[in-house]
């Protein structure tokens, strides 16, 4: 099994900057991929950003230019900085991993961090 936890969402004024940290506790064998995504209101969730178990990175337009994704191997921990943040970046942010434990390809999400960005 394998835990997420989000922190560093709030409120914070158009051109602002957040880092989002991700720490991932339990058991597993090796990362596939980690990434990000959001939820507005009344709107799909969607990819932010993601970064694989060798570190490539990808990036959603919308963020793109913005923001950093990274990962801290040695505190099993993800981040996320954005920078020059928008009001349309208002949304709750979720980390996501898909990892193999037990032999077996696994999915797992974190309960979220509220964003909200103000004009």
């Known amino acids: 099994q394998v835990q997420l936890v989000e922190s560093g969402g709030g409120l914070v004024q158009a051109g602002g900057s957040l880092r989002l940290s991700c720490a991932a506790s339990?058991?597993?064998?090796?990362?596939?991929?980690m990434g990000w995504y959001r939820q507005a209101p009344g709107k799909q969730r969607e990819l932010v950003a993601t970064?694989?178990?060798?570190?490539?990175?990808f990036y959603a337009d919308s963020v793109k230019g913005r923001s950093t994704i990274s990962r801290d191997n040695a505190k099993n921990t993800m981040y996320l900085q954005m920078n020059r943040l928008k009001p349309e970046d208002t949304a709750v942010y979720y980390c996501?991993?898909?990892?193999?434990?037990?032999?077996?390809?696994?999915?797992?999400w974190g309960k979220g961090t509220l964003v909200t960005v103000s004009s």
């Open positions: 970064i694989t178990g060798p570190g490539a990175t």
């Open positions: 339990g058991i597993f064998s090796s990362i596939i991929v």
């Open positions: 996501k991993t898909n990892i193999i434990a037990s032999q077996e390809i696994m999915e797992y």
